[in-house]
C-alpha cells in the first residue's frame, strides 16, 4: 500500500521559514510527479508547486521566489522550502504523487493526510 507522510508544519511568525517533508512509502515503480497544494480555510484546495522526474519546477504565483520545491528520489521524498512566510501563506498542505506502481500500469494519484502550516505573530 502507498503512503505519503507529510511532517515539518508548524507555528511560525511572518518572514519565517518552514520546510515540509514528504516521504513516500510501498511498491512504487516510477513517480512521475510530485507537488505541493494547499487548502485554507473557505478556499479551494491549490496548487502551489510541483515537480516532474526530470526535475523541471512550476509554482503558484504567489509563492515564486519565496518557495522551493525538490525531491530525493533515493529517499523517494518530495520538500517545500518556504521562506518570507506571509499571512496568506496559512493553510493545510498537501503533498500528492503520481505514480505507477508497473512498468505499464496506469498512473494513480496518491494524497497526503496534510500538515497545518501557521503564519501569524
Known amino acids: 500500500q502507498v503512503q505519503l507522510v507529510e511532517s515539518g508544519g508548524g507555528l511560525v511568525q511572518p518572514g519565517g521559514s518552514l520546510r515540509l517533508s514528504c516521504t513516500v512509502s510501498g511498491s512504487i515503480f516510477s513517480i512521475i510527479v510530485m507537488d505541493w497544494y494547499r487548502q485554507a480555510p473557505g478556499k479551494q484546495r491549490e496548487l502551489v508547486a510541483a515537480i516532474t522526474n526530470d526535475g523541471g519546477t512550476g509554482y503558484e504565483d504567489s509563492v515564486k521566489g519565496r518557495f522551493t520545491i525538490s525531491r530525493d528520489d533515493a529517499k523517494n521524498t518530495l520538500y517545500l522550502e518556504m521562506n518570507s512566510l506571509k499571512a496568506e501563506d496559512t493553510a493545510v498542505y498537501y503533498c500528492?504523487?503520481?505514480?505507477?506502481?508497473?512498468?505499464?500500469?496506469?498512473?494513480?494519484?496518491?494524497w497526503g493526510q496534510g500538515t497545518q502550516v501557521t503564519v501569524s505573530s
Open positions: 500528492h504523487a503520481v505514480a505507477r506502481l508497473t512498468q505499464r500500469g496506469t498512473r494513480i494519484a496518491y
